[in-house]
C-alpha cells in the first residue's frame, strides 16, 4: 500500500510528515517494544466518527503517539486531536503506549497494512530464522504475515497480541489464544468496524472469541470465521518432581522474557503466585514495587503482604481505602470494565486502585499472578472433583477472557500500565494440560501442588510455597465494603451496581429444559444483570440423550411464554454427538436472530454435557455461563425453594424413589429425604445422576403460572417412571390460589 505525502504546513504538535513505506521502515528504531489501542472500520458510512469518537475513548491505551491510515494517506501525530480526518469508508487507527523507544502504527508494507496491540517475545530469533529485517515485533509480524498469511504465522509467534491486518479486499481480525489482549468488533448494515475497547463502537458491538479469526471481504460485505484449536489435555506426566523441574524452568522462562527496560510493579497479594514472579523479578536485578490494596488494617491480605515483602526484600506499598473512595470512584471503575457483575466488580476495585498508585509511581509496566489458579487448581470449585480437574482448568481458562482479562486489561491501560502475566504464557498452559490431576489437588485438599513444588525448587522461601489460596475481592475486603453500600442502599449488591450502571451486562439465550437447574441458573444471572433474550429449546427424540432434558419438553415453550421470550426450537434425534450438529444449529439462530452474547447453562456437575456444551458455544463466539457447576446440591434444593420455585418431579430412576414422588409439589420435608437417600444410597439430592427430572412449575421469572391439568405415570418398576402430562396452561399468578392436584392415569 502506498501512501501519499502530506504537502500541508507543520504546525506545532502537528502530524508527522505523510510518509511512504520506505521512508517508514527508517523511520523505526530497533528493538522497541510497544503497546497501545487499535480501532477501524470498513465500508462504514460513519467511518469519520467512529474513528475520531474511538480515539478520543480509548487515548488513555496510548498516549505517545497515534496514527491513521485510510487506504491513501499515512499520518503521525502526537495526539488523537492532531489528526486530519478521513472521508474514507476505511480506515484504520492506532494509538501508541511506548515501553522501550518508539515505533508509530499502522505499519505498511508493499499491499498491505497491520495496525497492532502485540509482544511477540520470539520476534528476534523469527527475524534470524527467516532472514527478515525487522525494526520492532510488530514489523516482523506484518513481514511474516505478508510472507505465509494468517493461520501459519500464528503458530510461529509466541506472545499476547490483537490485530488487524488490511491487505486489498480482505482484512483479518486475530488476537491471542486465551485472550490476554482484547479485541471488539461490530458488524451492522451500516458497515463493519473494530476496536480495543467495546465503548469505542457503537452498540451491539461482540468482543472477538481468542479462538476465532475473522476474516471481512470489502467487496462482497461478507464475514467469514474460522476456528482455531485450544489447547489438548493428555495427563501424561506422573512423576511430582520431574514436573516440577520442568515446570520451574518454563516459569523462570515466562517471567524473564517479560521483564521490561522501564520502571516495574507488581499486583501484590502475599500469596503462592504474585510471590514467586515477584522473587524472580528481583533474582533478575528487576527493582520491582508491589502494591496491596485493602480497605483494612486488620484484613488477611494486609499481613499477609507484610510478610511476603519482608521475606523477600521487596518495597511494600499499601493502599487502604474505605468505603466512600469505593463509592467514589465505582462510576469510572463500572465505565472502564463495561460490566456491573459484583465479582468482577470487587476484584476491579483492587486492580484500580493498585494501578492508580503505581502509576503516580511512574511505573509503565505490571505483573500479575492471574492464571496460575485456571492452570493449577487453586479455585475450590476446582479441587472439589479430583477426575475432572484438568477439564474444570481448560474450561476456566477457556472463559478467562471473559471472566479476567479483559477486566484487567482496560483498568492497567486506564493508568498507563502494561499488564504481564507470565503464567498464561501459552508453554506453561500446554504444560499444565500435560500434567496428571494428582500433581494440581489431592484428597487432603492441597491445591497447586506442583507450582508449589516448581517455586520451592527455585528458591523461594517455604514459608510462601506454603501460602494457602484466597480471593482478592475476600481478603481485601472489597466484596465486604460492597456489600455495605448495598445495604445502605437497600438493595443487593448487584441491584447498586446497576443502579450506577444501568447499561445491561452481555445479553443471554437461555439453554432451557424445564428443569429447576436450567431456570435457577437464569434467575441467577438476571440478578446479577445478565437480560435474558431468548429460550433455546432442544426437543430430543431419545428419550434416554445424554445430552439433552426430554421428560415434558414440550412443556417449556410454556415456560419461555410466560417469561415473554422468543423461542429457538431445534428438533434433535438424539443420536450421540450428532446432537451436537443440532445444538450448533439452534444457538448460531439464537446469535443471529437475537444477537445473544452468550449462554446460561443448569450445569452443575456433569462433564460430558458442559464440555460440549461450552466447545460448541466457543466456536460460535458465544460466552458460557454455568453459575450452578459444583454448587452443595443439597443447598441448591433449599435455595430454589426459598427463592420462591414450585418443582414438581417429572420422571424417577431410583432406589428409595416410587410413584408417589411423581408430580407433587417438593418441599423441604422431601428435601430432608433426599438428603437421607444420599447418605443411604449415595443418590445424587439434585438429581444429576439421572435419579429424577424436575419441572418447574411457578418461579420469579415467570409472569403466569404453570398449571398441569392432565397427566398420567407411567412406571417401568417400582423405582423406576415418568409422569406424562398431557395437557397444561399458562394461568394468572394467584398467591392465594391452591394447585389442582394431579389427575392421574396410571400406566404400568
Same mark, same amino acid.
Not at 168 to 174: F, I, P, S
Not at 375 to 386: N, S
Given at each position: 500500500m502506498i501512501a501519499k505525502k502530506n504537502t500541508k504546513k507543520r504546525a506545532r504538535h502537528a502530524p508527522t510528515p505523510f510518509l511512504n513505506p520506505c521512508d517508514f521502515l527508517i523511520f523505526l528504531q530497533t528493538q522497541k517494544k510497544t503497546m497501545c489501542g487499535i480501532i477501524g472500520a470498513f465500508n462504514h458510512e460513519d467511518a469519520t466518527t467512529i474513528i475520531t469518537a474511538g480515539l478520543e475513548l480509548i487515548k488513555h491505551r496510548g498516549r505517545d503517539g497515534c496514527g491513521l491510515y485510510d487506504g491513501t494517506t499515512l499520518q503521525h501525530a502526537h495526539t488523537p486531536n492532531d489528526i486530519t480526518p478521513s472521508p474514507s469508508p476505511n480506515q484504520v487507527a492506532h494509538v501508541l503506549? &511506548?515501553?522501550?523507544?518508539?515505533?508509530?502504527?499502522?505499519? @505498511?508494507?508493499?499491499?498491505?497494512? *497491520?495496525?497492532?496491540?502485540?509482544?511477540?517475545?520470539?520476534?528476534?530469533?523469527?527475524?534470524?530464522?527467516?532472514?527478515?529485517?525487522?525494526?520492532?515485533?510488530?514489523?516482523?509480524?506484518?513481514?511474516?504475515? !505478508?510472507?505465509?498469511?494468517?493461520?501459519?504465522? *500464528? %503458530? =510461529?509467534?509466541?506472545?499476547?497480541?490483537?490485530?488487524?491486518?488490511?491487505?486489498?479486499?480482505?482484512?483479518?481480525?486475530?488476537?491471542?489464544?486465551?485472550?490476554?489482549?482484547?479485541?471488539?468488533?461490530?458488524?451492522?448494515?451500516?458497515?463493519?468496524?473494530? $476496536? &480495543?475497547?467495546?465503548?469505542?463502537?457503537?452498540?451491539?458491538a461482540r468482543e472477538l472469541c481468542p479462538r476465532t479469526l475473522l476474516r471481512y471481504r470489502l467487496a462482497t460485505k461478507t464475514l467469514d470465521e474460522t476456528t482455531r484449536p485450544f489447547f489438548t489435555i493428555q495427563e501424561r506426566e506422573h512423576d511430582l518432581n520431574a514436573a516440577a523441574k520442568t515446570l520451574s524452568t518454563l516459569i523462570e522462562t515466562a517471567v524473564r522474557i517479560r521483564i521490561p527496560e522501564k520502571k516495574t510493579g507488581i499486583l501484590f497479594s502475599g500469596g503462592l503466585d504474585s510471590s514467586l514472579i515477584a522473587f524472580l523479578l528481583k533474582r533478575s536485578g528487576v527493582n520491582c514495587a508491589c502494591y496491596t490494596v485493602t480497605t483494612s488494617q486488620r484484613s488477611p491480605v494486609v499481613a499477609r503482604a507484610k510478610k511476603a515483602a519482608c521475606l523477600l526484600g521487596l518495597d511494600l506499598?499499601?493502599?487502604?481505602?474505605?468505603?466512600?473512595?469505593?463509592?467514589?470512584?465505582?462510576? $469510572?471503575?463500572?465505565?472502564?470494565?463495561?460490566?456491573?457483575?459484583?465479582?468482577?466488580?470487587?476484584?476491579?476495585?483492587?486492580?484500580?486502585? $493498585?494501578?492508580?498508585?503505581?502509576?503516580?509511581?511512574?511505573?509503565?509496566?505490571?505483573? &500479575?499472578?492471574?492464571?496460575? !489458579?485456571?492452570?493449577?487448581?487453586?479455585?475450590?470449585?476446582?479441587?472439589?472433583?479430583?477426575?475432572?480437574?484438568?477439564?474444570?482448568?481448560?474450561?476456566?481458562?477457556?472463559? %478467562?477472557?471473559?471472566?479476567?482479562?479483559? =477486566?484487567?486489561?482496560?483498568?492497567?491501560?486506564?493508568?498507563?500500565?502494561? *499488564?504481564?502475566?507470565?503464567? *498464561?504464557? %501459552?508453554?506453561?498452559? +500446554?504444560?499444565?494440560?500435560?500434567?496428571?490431576?494428582?500433581?494440581?489437588?489431592?484428597?487432603?485438599?492441597?491445591?497447586?501442588?506442583?507450582?508449589?513444588?516448581?517455586?520451592?525448587?527455585?528458591?523461594?522461601?517455604?514459608?510462601?510455597? &506454603?501460602?494457602?489460596?484466597?480471593? +482478592?475481592?475476600?481478603?481485601?475486603? +472489597?466484596?465486604?465494603? @460492597?456489600?455495605?453500600?448495598?445495604?445502605? $442502599?437497600?438493595?443487593?449488591?448487584?441491584?447498586?451496581?446497576?443502579?450506577?450502571?444501568?447499561?445491561?451486562?452481555?445479553?443471554?439465550?437461555?439453554?432451557?429444559?424445564?428443569?429447576?437447574?436450567?431456570?435457577?441458573?437464569?434467575?441467577?444471572?438476571?440478578?446479577?444483570n445478565y437480560p435474558l433474550t431468548c429460550a433455546v429449546i432442544l426437543e430430543s427424540a431419545n428419550k434416554d440423550s445424554f445430552m439433552f432434558h426430554t421428560p415434558n419438553i414440550s412443556l417449556a415453550k410454556l415456560q419461555a411464554e410466560s417469561m415473554n421470550l422468543p423461542v429457538v426450537l431445534q428438533p434433535t434425534s438424539g443420536t450421540k454427538e450428532e446432537e451436537l450438529n443440532d445444538l450448533h444449529a439452534a444457538l448460531k439462530r439464537a446469535r443471529d436472530q437475537h444477537s445473544v452474547e452468550g449462554i446460561v447453562t443448569g450445569a452443575i456437575a456433569s462433564n460430558y454435557q458442559r464440555d460440549r456444551i461450552e466447545a460448541v458455544a466457543d466456536r460460535l463466539g458465544l460466552k458460557t455461563f454455568s453459575p450452578l457447576w459444583h454448587t452443595n446440591q443439597e443447598q441448591e434444593l433449599r435455595d430454589l425453594l426459598n427463592a420462591g420455585f414450585t418443582i414438581i418431579l417429572s420422571s424417577i430412576a431410583a432406589d428409595g424413589l416410587d410413584k408417589t414422588w411423581l408430580g407433587r409439589e417438593l418441599t423441604t420435608a422431601d428435601v430432608d429425604a433426599l438428603a437421607k437417600l444420599h447418605a443411604k444410597n449415595r443418590i445424587n439430592i439434585a438429581g444429576e445422576g439421572g435419579e429424577f427430572e424436575s419441572l418447574v412449575t411457578d418461579c420469579p421469572l415467570f409472569t403466569k403460572t404453570l398449571r398441569i391439568e392432565q397427566a398420567r405415570t407411567e412406571m417401568e418398576n417400582e423405582h423406576t417412571g415418568r409422569l406424562i402430562i398431557t395437557r397444561a396452561v399458562l394461568k394468572p399468578k394467584n398467591p392465594s390460589s391452591e394447585h389442582l392436584p394431579l389427575r392421574h392415569a396410571d400406566t404400568h
Open positions: 503506549h &511506548s515501553i522501550v523507544g518508539h515505533a508509530s502504527q499502522p505499519l @505498511l508494507s508493499e499491499n498491505a497494512c *497491520l495496525v497492532a496491540n502485540c509482544e511477540i517475545y520470539n520476534w528476534k530469533t523469527l527475524c534470524k530464522e527467516e532472514h527478515i529485517t525487522a525494526k520492532n515485533d510488530a514489523h516482523l509480524l506484518l513481514a511474516l504475515l !505478508d510472507k505465509y498469511g494468517i493461520e501459519q504465522t *500464528l %503458530t =510461529r509467534i509466541r506472545g499476547v497480541y490483537a490485530f488487524c491486518y488490511w491487505k486489498q479486499d480482505e482484512a483479518w481480525l486475530a488476537r491471542d489464544i486465551i485472550g490476554i489482549k482484547p479485541l471488539w468488533y461490530a458488524n451492522t448494515p451500516q458497515g463493519f468496524c473494530f $476496536a &480495543s475497547e467495546k465503548k469505542a463502537l457503537p452498540p451491539g506499598n499499601l493502599i487502604t481505602i474505605n468505603k466512600e473512595d469505593i463509592a467514589r470512584n465505582l462510576p $469510572a471503575i463500572l465505565g472502564l470494565i463495561e460490566d456491573s457483575n459484583p465479582v468482577k466488580a470487587s476484584v476491579a476495585i483492587t486492580t484500580f486502585f $493498585a494501578s492508580k498508585k503505581a502509576a503516580r509511581d511512574g511505573n509503565k509496566v505490571i505483573f &500479575s499472578g492471574a492464571g496460575a !489458579d485456571e492452570l493449577f487448581a487453586g479455585y475450590t470449585r476446582i479441587k472439589k472433583e479430583r477426575n475432572t480437574i484438568n477439564k474444570d482448568c481448560y474450561s476456566e481458562l477457556l472463559k %478467562t477472557y471473559e471472566k479476567n482479562t479483559y =477486566r484487567d486489561d482496560v483498568i492497567t491501560m486506564h493508568h498507563c500500565l502494561e *499488564l504481564r502475566t507470565p503464567y *498464561l504464557d %501459552t508453554d506453561i498452559a +500446554t504444560y499444565a494440560f500435560n500434567l496428571h490431576p494428582s500433581l494440581k489437588a489431592d484428597t487432603t485438599g492441597e491445591d497447586k501442588i506442583v507450582l508449589r513444588r516448581a517455586a520451592h525448587l527455585l528458591g523461594l522461601p517455604a514459608e510462601l510455597c &506454603s501460602t494457602p489460596k484466597k480471593a +482478592t475481592q475476600y481478603d481485601s475486603g +472489597t466484596t465486604k465494603a @460492597l456489600t455495605t453500600l448495598a445495604k445502605e $442502599a437497600r438493595t443487593t449488591q448487584a441491584g447498586f451496581l446497576q443502579r450506577i450502571r444501568p447499561a445491561p451486562n452481555p445479553r443471554l439465550a437461555i439453554l432451557l429444559s424445564g428443569g429447576k437447574d436450567s431456570l435457577y441458573a437464569a434467575f441467577i444471572m438476571q440478578r446479577m
